[in-house]
């Protein structure tokens, strides 16, 4: 599946045929990265992250990190994630660490219909959301573990932004490239995105002569079998 880019940070980054490193991640797909990251030994796949409504494009950018939390007073508090929604933009997705929680939702319609007039790609969460019709509605690709009717509203807030978190037991930072699609949400970290993607890239190519192989009629237990697998590093 090839994705709508939206990521900005490292446009101007390009690879030896002059393409943008955005624009060759939105060639790949997540099972592309993930078989990168992990021949390289990286984390960057998550489980158990899907569309939570069936989203067609993939989604591409650049992380921007909310850290979720209990609310720990009765004080009137900001909305969760509003200041993120209303400080990030386009080419941006934000990624809320709500540690799992399946018991309250942390993103809701009304974030999503401010999130497109900021032009921000979609939201990936480690929790649940809700208004899901209303993100559909709204084209605003959503990502997370459950759908729930119960309100962020008292319950949690958002207790940092742009900081080093955890999605699914994998480090994600601002900054870092984050791929949504059917199969699931793959970050890259920044600093080793060339090295990822050079890499995926050559996945791609081989999964391509595989597929031809099975075409031409090779058994796929041929095809598929582990020595056919040596080091693509190299
Ligand atoms: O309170 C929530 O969980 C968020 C919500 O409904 C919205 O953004 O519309
Ligand atoms: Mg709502």
Known sequence: MTGATVGTTGAGRTGPDGVPLRDRIARLDTCALSDALDTLGLAGATTGIRPLWPVGEAVVGTVRTVRAGPRQHGQPAAHIAAAAVDSAGPGQVLVIANDG????????????????????????????????????????????????????????????????????GVPVQTGDWVVADR????????????????????????????????????PVDQVMHDSKFPSVEE
């Open 183 to 218: 199969n699931g949400v793959v970050f890259v970290p920044a600093a080793e995105a060339e090295r990822v993607v050079g890499l995926a890239e050559r996945i791609v190519r081989r999964e391509e002569g595989m597929a031809e192989a099975v075409r031409s009629g090779q």
């Open 101 to 168: 929680r399946l018991d309250v939702s942390c993103w809701g319609g009304i974030l999503a219909l401010a999130a497109t007039r900021r032009g921000i790609g979609g939201v990936v969460i480690d929790g649940a959301c809700r208004d899901i019709a209303e993100s559909e509605e709204l084209d605003f690709p959503v990502f997370g573990r459950a759908v729930v009717p119960v309100s962020a509203r008292g319950r949690i807030v958002q207790l940092g932004m742009d900081e080093r978190i955890e999605v699914a």
